[in-house]
């Protein structure tokens, strides 16, 4: 993956930046300092920040926002160390053979009409009720432990050196929590061989409007994927196969390393296609926005996922298909990923990064304080309901929430 240099200035060497660092202690206190470069510009502080006065008490996590509002905590520029594919029958493959190009629609841009409907009825939609946890992740870390061990470190011993390992999505709705006020989120969290694993559970709400959704809200769920399709190849300088049936059994995936202040992190996430350049590109369908409430929801809510779902994995560029509501395609608009906060400056009660990245910091160091057992059997449920604090709660082994393979 190639980065976007600009997003991830003033990060200086580290000695075992393009490999795993051993799992360090409770951090030290340090002293406050004050970054010359500022969080809007997205350019992440050196390590010589401290950790404020925290917002733990060992029983709940405060999220209000005020709790989160200073500087931009280290973070160190993301790194990709791999890649996986999904086949047409959602078969973990280790390789790139998913990968998709971007190939941007032939038209003169007043003249761009892509039928999102088109094949919605041909769609080969993945089997949404099988749970997958995070087993295609942890399949790929079984085959490539190689990338995980130290100096000195013996082949069969399977420390992965690594704090946690999670789905990109899931850190995406942690960093959005601050100023999320519909979803709340359910997190499963097992501690085994010093690495904390992380999965995402459904909630109620969550499981009563995909049980409820509408004939049209199932439709619209398709848009997206219809979209990809018409501005992807499989090859570079190929025409994209738009008559053929989408589907969404079909992935490509980025295995990304970075680190949070003292967290190391290593995450999967999907990559829509690759630019000609080799850039990863993020793909996205919108409403057109037609009045001054469609456009301050726009930023306030979308822009903001836009933005964590691709700032995480070093994700250069988003281009999003503006749809009318017969989802028809009118306009495609490029966007920098490092450039989207600066678009919301002109909210009243604009989101921040850098409250969504010390929210993210402050639950990682909660997570750290509470999970106490290594053993891949135990799990810890953490909560979340908007206006609420994080909570959690310590299930047996074989609880209905337990998510760790079997076989790994």
Excluded at 160 to 183: A, H, I, Q, S
Excluded at 223 to 246: A, L
């Amino acid at each position: 993956m190639t980065s976007d240099k600009s997003s991830y200035q003033g990060q200086g060497k580290h000695a075992a930046e393009n490999g795993p660092l051993p799992p360090r202690g409770p951090p030290a206190k340090r002293n406050r300092f004050t970054d010359d470069n500022p969080p809007e510009r997205l350019r992440h502080s050196k390590l010589i920040g401290s950790a404020e006065q925290s917002n733990i008490d060992f029983k709940t996590l405060h999220t209000h926002i005020r709790n989160y509002e200073k500087d931009f905590p280290s973070f160190r520029e993301p790194k990709e160390i791999g890649f996986f594919s999904l086949n047409k029958q959602h078969e973990f493959q280790d390789d790139r053979s998913q990968l998709r190009f971007y190939c941007p629609p032939k038209y003169e841009q007043n003249e761009i009409a892509l039928d999102l409907r088109k094949g919605y009825h041909e769609w080969i939609k993945r089997d949404e009720t099988i749970k997958e946890y995070i087993d295609e992740l942890v399949r790929w870390i079984q085959k490539h432990r190689d990338k995980f061990r130290i100096p000195g470190q013996d082949k069969d011993n399977h420390r992965l050196n690594t704090d946690f390992v999670c789905w990109r999505g899931l850190l995406t709705k942690l960093l959005c929590t601050p100023y999320e006020n519909r979803d709340g989120w359910i997190i499963a969290v097992t501690f085994y061989k010093g690495t904390y694993y992380l999965c995402e559970f459904d909630t109620e709400a969550k499981k009563h409007e995909r049980f409820n959704s509408t004939p049209k809200q199932q439709e619209m769920s398709y848009w997206g994927y219809k979209f990809e399709q018409y501005v992807c190849s499989d090859r570079p300088g190929n025409e994209p196969m738009t008559h053929i049936p989408v589907n969404t059994n079909e992935a490509y995936c980025t295995v990304v390393r970075t680190r949070l202040e003292q967290h190391s992190l290593v995450f999967a996430g999907e990559v829509d296609c690759c630019d000609e350049e080799g850039k990863y590109v993020e793909l996205k369908t919108s409403r057109e926005v037609f009045n001054e409430r469609h456009d301050r929801n726009f930023k306030r809510f979308k822009l903001i996922k836009w933005w964590a779902q691709s700032f995480l994995p070093n994700v250069p560029t988003v281009i999003c298909g503006y749809r009318d509501d017969d989802g028809v395609v009118r306009d495609i608009v490029k966007y920098k990923t490092c450039d989207i906060p600066n678009k919301v400056k002109d909210l009243n009660n604009q989101w921040k990064p850098n409250v969504c990245f010390n929210f993210l910091n402050e639950f990682l160091l909660f997570i750290k304080k509470v999970v106490e057992q290594d053993d891949s059997r135990n799990i810890y449920l953490f909560t979340w309901q908007p206006m609420q604090d994080v909570t959690y709660k310590v299930y047996p082994p074989k609880s209905k929430y337990s998510f760790m393979a079997n076989w790994y």
